[in-house]
């Protein structure tokens, strides 16, 4: 029964039998009978096979609901018997974008693995938009969002804090104009650009420029969207890439100005300046992400605590709140 179910989801994960038979490694004529005999059983079909990438039926719906619950309630209850064990055993699947992954979990994921070998640590990669919905889907305990005021029902507590900049290649005309505006990593990485004295500019400062934006579903060109929109400017788009790192590298080998991250940037990155936003929307809040109503184990609340503690977010030490954090 149980083997049934998985080659079920692995045909509504991948919206068609070859697929799914490759993630199974088992042969396509195989898995169809396998599906064929599950179908038999219940005495209706699971997929509607007229459609491309197939659909569930009704009953299909209904099969894959029971199926997650059942798949949540297992992995619940390991969570629970790890508990016990103090944290010297248990599991933990964080999902991120190739920024968190890569700039913000590293130091975090570190520390908490010294600390606790014992507990398996899964990092899933995904855009921001995506990992979401594999959140709702069960298939990671946790995941970051910057999202303002959103209508999900997921849980979030305060993890941290960044501040998007724009990065301009050094040898860029506009730099000269803008002097007093200009920041160097240096001046990043001493926090100059925090300071409330420190000037911000609208976007309309830097029409002439070709852009790197990201693509629509990165939170970011969402922003990016707004910044221009309340500067009245239609952008000049180079290029666009799903990935900030990607189009900060672009940046500082000369290819046009981008947003970018203050915790991407390093004292090497001399090839650029940066400049504040005159915009609310440059500062962004991310929440850990989680499901709403989930067993929350041993081994998540002390990721939190080490995710809090070393981006210095802290709240108090009852449970995690479900309040946003004020700025």
């Given at each position: 029964?149980?083997?049934?179910?998985?080659?079920?989801?692995?045909?509504?994960?991948?919206?068609?039998?070859?697929?799914?038979?490759?993630?199974?490694?088992?042969?396509?004529?195989?898995?169809?009978?396998?599906?064929?005999?599950?179908?038999?059983?219940?005495?209706?079909?699971?997929?509607?096979?007229?459609?491309?990438?197939?659909?569930?039926?009704?009953?299909?719906?209904l099969?894959?609901?029971?199926?997650?619950?059942?798949?949540?309630?297992?992995?619940?209850?390991?969570?629970?018997?790890?508990?016990?064990?103090?944290?010297?055993?248990?599991?933990?699947?964080?999902?991120?974008?190739?920024?968190?992954?890569?700039?913000?979990?590293?130091?975090?994921?570190?520390?908490?693995?010294?600390?606790?070998?014992?507990?398996?640590?899964?990092?899933?990669?995904?855009?921001?938009?995506?990992?979401?919905?594999?959140?709702?889907?069960?298939?990671?305990?946790?995941?970051?969002?910057?999202?303002i005021?959103p209508?999900d029902?997921?849980?979030?507590?305060?993890?941290?804090?960044?501040?998007?900049?724009?990065?301009?290649?050094?040898?860029?005309?506009?730099?000269?104009?803008?002097?007093?505006?200009?920041?160097?990593?240096?001046?990043?990485?001493?926090?100059?650009?925090?300071?409330?004295?420190?000037?911000?500019?609208?976007?309309?400062?830097?029409?002439?420029?070709?852009?790197?934006?990201?693509?629509?579903?990165?939170?970011?060109?969402?922003?990016?969207?707004?910044?221009?929109?309340?500067?009245?400017?239609?952008?000049?788009?180079?290029?666009?890439v799903?990935?900030?790192?990607?189009?900060?590298?672009?940046s500082?080998?000369?290819?046009?100005?981008?947003?970018?991250?203050?915790?991407?940037?390093?004292?090497?990155?001399?090839?650029?300046?940066?400049y504040?936003?005159?915009?609310?929307?440059?500062?962004?809040?991310?929440?850990?992400?989680?499901?709403?109503?989930?067993?929350?184990?041993?081994?998540?609340?002390?990721?939190?605590?080490?995710?809090?503690?070393?981006?210095?977010l802290?709240?108090?030490?009852?449970?995690?709140?479900?309040?946003?954090?004020?700025?």
């Open positions: 029964m149980e083997q049934e179910m998985k080659y079920v989801y692995a045909v509504y994960k991948h919206g068609n039998f070859s697929k799914a038979a490759s993630s199974l490694y088992m042969t396509q004529p195989a898995l169809s009978i396998a599906i064929q005999r599950v179908e038999k059983s219940i005495g209706m079909p699971l997929f509607d096979r007229s459609k491309k990438p197939l659909k569930l039926t009704e009953a299909g719906e099969y894959i609901k029971k199926y997650k619950q059942i798949q949540q309630m297992e992995h619940e209850l390991a969570q629970q018997l790890n508990d016990l064990s103090e944290l010297n055993t248990g599991s933990l699947r964080i999902g991120g974008s190739h920024y968190f992954n890569s700039y913000i979990l590293p130091p975090v994921l570190t520390k908490y693995k010294k600390k606790h070998p014992g507990i398996q640590l899964e990092l899933l990669e995904a855009g921001s938009n995506d990992l979401l919905n594999i959140l709702s889907e069960h298939e990671i305990d946790v995941t970051f969002n910057c999202t005021k209508k029902s997921f849980h979030r507590i305060p993890g941290f804090i960044d501040t998007i900049l724009i990065s301009v290649p050094r040898n860029m005309p506009i730099n000269d104009r803008l002097q007093d505006y200009a920041l160097s990593a240096k001046d990043i990485i001493d926090k100059k650009h925090q300071d409330f004295s420190t000037p911000a500019l609208q976007l309309d400062a830097f029409s002439e420029l070709p852009f790197i934006l990201l693509t629509p579903g990165n939170n970011l060109y969402s922003r990016s969207t707004t910044f221009f929109n309340e500067a009245h400017i239609i952008p000049n788009v180079c290029l666009q799903s990935q900030l790192v990607t189009a900060y590298h672009l500082r080998f000369g290819m046009g100005a981008t947003f970018i991250s203050d915790l991407l940037v390093s004292p090497e990155h001399d090839s650029v300046l940066f504040k936003i005159d915009s609310p929307l440059s500062i962004r809040v991310f929440d850990l992400v989680m499901s709403n109503g989930s067993y929350m184990s041993n081994a998540m609340k002390e990721f939190i605590r080490m995710f809090q503690a070393q981006y210095g802290h709240l108090d030490k009852r449970e995690p709140s479900r309040k946003p954090l004020k700025l």
